[in-house]
């Protein structure tokens, strides 16, 4: 067995990435603090291709140091877009027809392997702040809630890490419309 080479992994050009179709999988971040943990999620969303990411409130933009650091050049391919409050992210996202789905633990949410993507939807990810999750507010808004199950003594997972547990569980079902 032998490592590929970089120019065997025949990966699409930053052209022929933004000219590619994508699903209708959008990211919405919620002031998140680290700009680490927004690199890795660009970097995510560049492997799967999906459609962009929105960055609300306080969360880091690029050019940023930290972002930089860890999209190593995804946050070139992948489009964004800021609001300054997630509610008018949300807003324009449901008159556009995206199904909102909040990734937070709450008394009514399900869990990520019950959850039921449609491959015909829109879909809009929604992560919020590493320490306080979603905000209150915004939950009357969201289709539906879905919680990572888990089984230790901390109540949540890293931003990036639950992010890209999430997106590859939608990728799954997205790519089987492709």
Known sequence: MRKLQLEE?????LSEYHNKEKPK???????????????????????FAFEKIILCGYTPQPPHKEINKTA??????????????IS??????????????GIEQTSESVLLQDAHFSREDSIALVFGN????????????????????????KHSLNVAVCAGMVLWEV???????L
Do not use: M
Not at 9 to 13: A, G, K, V
Not at 131 to 150: K, M
């Open 130 to 153: 590493e320490v306080n999750g979603l905000t209150d507010d915004i939950l009357p808004h969201l289709d539906e809630a879905i919680e990572i199950d888990q089984y230790g003594t």
């Open 9 to 13: 992994l025949n990966r699409d050009s």
């Open 25 to 47: 999988v959008i990211v919405v971040l919620d002031n998140i603090r680290s700009g680490n943990n927004v690199g890795s999620i660009f970097r995510t969303c560049d492997a």
């Open 88 to 101: 008018s992210a949300i807003a324009q996202l449901k008159s556009e027809g995206y199904r909102i789905y």
């Open 171 to 177: 990728n799954k079902a997205v790519r089987e419309l």
């Open 72 to 85: 190593i050049g995804a946050h070139l391919s992948v489009p964004w877009q800021h609001f300054d409050e």
